[in-house]
Nanobody, 123 residues
Framework: QVQLVESGGGSVQAGGSLRLSCEAS?????MGWFRQGPGKEREGVAF????????DYADSVKGRFTISQHNTQKTLYLHMNNLKPEDSAIYYCAARWTWYGASRLLAQTYTYWGQGTQVTVSS
């Protein structure tokens, strides 16, 4: 079992920045961030291969968000810059054992989930 605990959400004005953290009880090969806005499906945001630091991002956040890890502390980060109102959502940390195979963007391919942290961006 892998427990994931997110923190760092909050409210910010458009153009601002936030950093989300996810503490993991155990590291898996593929760690990622998803988000779900009101009335929307859960969408993949950013993904990290913890073995070689490969990353993958949704087109909507490329150039604005950065995913990183502190391997020793088993903490995953999501640095979010130039935030937009459409980034408002509950952000979830997720983990699965494989990097390749089923699409990393699909929430149903992830085994472990955190409880989520709210991010609100005002215009």
């Amino acid at each position: 079992q892998v427990q994931l605990v997110e923190s760092g959400g909050g409210s910010v004005q458009a153009g601002g920045s936030l950093r989300l953290s996810c503490e993991a009880s155990k590291w898996t090969l593929c760690m990622g961030w998803f988000r779900q806005g009101p009335g929307k499906e859960r969408e993949g945001v950013a993904f990290l291969n913890t073995a070689d630091d490969s990353t993958d991002y949704a087109d909507s956040v490329k150039g604005r968000f950065t995913i990183s890890q502190h391997n020793t502390q088993k903490t995953l980060y999501l640095h979010m810059n130039n935030l937009k109102p459409e980034d408002s959502a509950i952000y979830y940390c997720a983990a699965r054992w494989t990097w390749y195979g089923a699409s990393r963007l699909l929430a149903q391919t992830y085994t472990y989930w955190g409880q989520g942290t709210q991010v609100t961006v005002s215009s």
